[in-house]
């Protein structure tokens, strides 16, 4: 998996984490931790270092995906 495609699974896992329903919860923090640990082996950042770092493309993320499901809603 390229950096790019990575990158877009963390904003994806985080969106869908946090979107999630109650039950579903743990496997979406699982598969989000996973791919955080991908991205960070080898390094000394943390996931939370991480996941500081890309705030703001998760807002901009966010807000794509907002914007696009309020459109297939008005089709």
């Known amino acids: 998996m390229a950096r790019c495609e990575k990158l877009e699974a ?3 896992a985080q969106y869908e984490l946090e979107y999630a329903e109650p039950e ?3 496997e979406q923090l699982h598969r989000l931790h996973e791919l955080l640990d991908q991205v960070i082996a080898g390094t000394s ?3 939370m270092e991480l996941l ?3 705030r703001d493309r998760y807002k901009a993320y966010k807000r794509a995906q907002l914007l696009a ?3 297939r809603r008005s089709v």
């Open 10 to 12: 963390i904003l994806r």
């Open 69 to 71: 499901e309020a459109r």
């Open 45 to 47: 950042l943390t996931r």
């Open 52 to 54: 500081s770092n890309l």
């Open 24 to 26: 579903d919860v743990p």
